[in-house]
Each structure stands twice: as structure tokens, then as C-alpha cells.
């Protein structure tokens, strides 16, 4: 198969979505690679690595695009992309900030197979797929390392001629993989830290990388079969904002990364508690994408407001690009050699890996969700 690699074209993004290193393998596969120039450049991979790797190298975008039979990207393909794929040709990258009806119907105008990496289920057997873990990851990392700039304080314990310096004490909201990894980070930075999290099945992860667990009435049926978190009711969402903001009133920085699949992130900072927090603390909100979990988080912007720092952060793995576009790469060669695997190259839809990342397909849209979120911004 032809695969084609172009630039990614979204403001702010410096990945790639095949480095050079898994070029190789694809290639190794019998399978074509085609680069557009450059597109490497900003993740530190320059055209000559692919070119050694055995890639072709294309100056044009329009011809990258409609002489491919496979387009892998990162952020979802705007509308001048999809108009330059060729019919019948395959899309696989992240999709679901952009699934409305006018997108899927240019899609299906084309019968252009598209895959969304988000919507590969997390089970084991899709582990090695699973871009949305390595990219929350990297996320966790960098929250911590912008937290400790923002913040006017040492994160170890100081001992110094001046006196000791007590750490800072860090507040968790989420232990997913971002909250796990945003934890061990402020551990290793010499923070004290503690988490907040509505699945009981975290807490014996969070108290293994040293962190303190805060307690709550526990509940049961906490995350979807699928592994992501559900919505809680409003009555819950009280009683666990009570919690939080006795906690974040106790801590100099807070990190929450809490989100629903496909919807809002709810709201678990309010404006009053933020008042009653410290002065010179840090709110690192991960969820800002999703609207953000603190009430006066702006996406995309730091502000500074009641003595506390607000930072409603956007595309954390892009500022980490040479490993964050290793493991996307890796990711997205996995869940591309599982759609491929057949000799006669043929999608096994009976493969709940392959069924539930497909949106588009022979002109039709087959993901259930996905089918059901248009019938409800239809009738809205």
C-alpha cells in the first residue's frame, strides 16, 4: 500500500505522524512511504532520515495526498485535505474534534475509510495501540514541569544555611494515565502529593508511587466498559467538589485532567473555591481542550486571578515532539499493521478493535457512537 505522511498543518503542532525509525518497518512490509518535505522538520526528524529509511520525499502536497491509498496524520484532516485524497483511499489519525455531519458527509461523498485513534478500545490486546495513553502521559509529565515554573516555590525539601525549606505539596484530580504519570513526576521532583480519583481501582496505583490517596464514598460502576470515566450525578458532583476544595485550599498546585469521552469536562474548580486557595498557587487544568475543570480556566491562555495561576493548557505532546511523535508513530503502525493483517489486505469488522475505531466506511457512517452524537446535534 501507498502511505503518506504530509505535514501537519494545525496551528501549535510540531509531531509527526510516522518518524523514520518505523518508516523502516513499514517499508520492511512490502508497503510504499511517501513524505511531504519538511514534515518531520519541526519534531527534529530532517527529510534525510527518511530518505535513508527508504521513504520517498514529495515537494507536493496535492500529489502526497491523491496518489495515496493510506493518509496517517495526527490532528484530523481539514477540508482542503479531504478534498485532495483520492476516493476510496483510508484516513487514520485522531478525528473526533472534528465529527460533524458536513465533515462525515464530504468524507462519504469520497467513500474515504477513516479510523479514529481515540475510539480504539482499551483492552489488552490494544495496548501497543493506544495513542491516547502515550499521548496522556507525556501530558501528565509536562503539567508538573509548567507547574513548577508557575509556582514560587521549591518542590523538594530545602535544607539550606537559610533555614529549611518544606516541598511543595501537589493535589492530583484524575489518577488516569495523565494523573499517574503527573504523580510519579512531582514525586521524582521531590513534591508531596496526594489524588483525588471516583474509582476505587486507582487507589492501590496512586499509593504505589507514593502519593496519598484521598478517601470518598467509593463508587462502583465509576468508568464505562470501555475504560473511560462516567458522568456522575449532580448531586455527587457536590459532594466531590466539597472534598476537592477543602483538599486545593491545602495545596500550593493542583492538576486536573478529568474528562468525559465526547462531552464537557466537568466542572470541579469553582471561582470560590479558587478564592480560597493560596496565594502564588498553580492550577494546571489538562481538561481546558473540553471546556476545563475549573470554572475560569481559558483555554489556551495562563491568567492570573484571586493570587492563584490558572493554566488552561492545549496540546501538551506537541511540546515534547521528537518522543511524543516516536510513540504516536509506534501507536499508529500497531493499529495499522491489526486493520491490515489479512494477506488479501480486507477489514475484518468482526475485530472489536477494527469495528469500534471505524467512523467512515464504503460511503457510510458505521460507528454507532459517533451515528448517534449526529442524530443528537441534529435534533438540538
Avoid at 457512537?369 to 443528537?376: E, S
Amino acid at each position: 500500500m501507498k502511505i503518506g505522511i504530509p505535514n501537519e498543518i494545525s496551528d501549535g503542532e510540531r509531531r509527526v505522524a510516522i518518524v523514520p525509525k518505523t518508516a523502516t518497518q513499514l517499508l520492511k512490509d512490502g508497503h510504499e512511504v511517501f513524505v511531504e518535505i519538511g514534515a518531520g522538520e519541526k519534531a527534529c526528524f530532517p527529510d534525510t532520515e527518511y530518505e535513508q529509511a527508504g521513504a520517498v520525499i514529495i515537494k507536493d502536497k496535492q500529489l502526497l495526498y491523491s496518489g495515496a491509498d493510506v493518509i496517517m496524520k495526527i490532528q484530523p484532516p481539514q477540508r482542503e485535505e479531504i478534498e485532495m485524497m483520492k476516493n476510496d483511499s483510508t484516513y487514520i489519525g485522531f478525528l473526533s474534534s472534528v465529527l460533524d455531519a458536513e465533515f462525515l458527509n464530504l468524507m462519504n461523498q469520497k467513500s474515504i475509510s477513516s479510523f479514529a485513534m481515540e475510539f480504539i478500545p482499551r483492552i489488552s490486546r490494544s495496548q501497543s495501540m493506544d495513542a491516547l495513553s502515550s499521548m496522556a502521559s507525556i501530558a501528565g509529565y509536562r503539567a508538573v514541569l509548567i507547574a513548577a515554573q508557575y509556582l514560587g516555590k521549591f518542590f523538594p525539601l530545602m535544607m539550606t544555611a537559610a533555614g529549611t525549606i518544606p516541598p511543595a505539596k501537589l493535589l492530583v484530580v484524575g489518577a488516569g494515565v495523565a494523573g499517574l504519570q503527573a504523580i510519579a513526576t512531582a514525586r521524582r521532583l521531590g513534591a508531596r502529593v496526594e489524588a483525588f480519583d471516583t474509582r476505587p481501582a486507582v487507589k492501590e496505583q496512586v499509593e504505589s508511587l507514593g502519593a496519598q490517596f484521598i478517601e470518598m464514598e467509593l463508587v462502583k460502576n465509576a468508568e464505562t466498559a470501555a475504560g473511560y470515566a462516567k458522568e456522575m450525578t449532580e448531586e455527587f458532583m457536590k459532594r466531590e467538589r466539597k472534598i476537592i476544595g477543602d483538599r486545593a485550599a491545602q495545596n500550593h498546585v493542583v492538576i486536573t485532567t478529568a474528562q468525559l469521552f465526547g462531552k464537557k469536562a466537568p466542572i470541579l474548580i469553582t471561582e470560590e473555591m479558587v478564592k480560597k486557595m493560596q496565594k502564588g498557587s498553580v492550577i494546571i487544568d489538562l481538561a481546558a481542550e473540553q471546556g476545563g475543570n475549573c470554572e475560569i480556566t481559558e483555554p489556551g491562555k495562563n491568567i492570573y486571578k484571586h493570587g492563584v495561576t490558572i493554566c488552561g493548557v492545549l496540546n501538551l505532546p506537541s511540546t515534547l515532539p521528537i518522543d511524543a511523535s516516536s510513540m504516536y508513530s509506534r501507536n499508529i503502525t500497531q493499529f495499522f499493521k491489526h486493520l491490515y493483517k489479512a494477506e488479501d489486505r480486507n477489514l475484518d469488522f468482526e475485530d472489536k478493535i477494527t469495528k469500534s475505531s471505524c467512523v467512515t466506511y464504503n460511503g457510510e457512517i458505521v460507528n454507532d457512537y459517533v451515528r448517534t452524537a449526529i442524530r443528537k446535534g441534529a435534533n438540538t
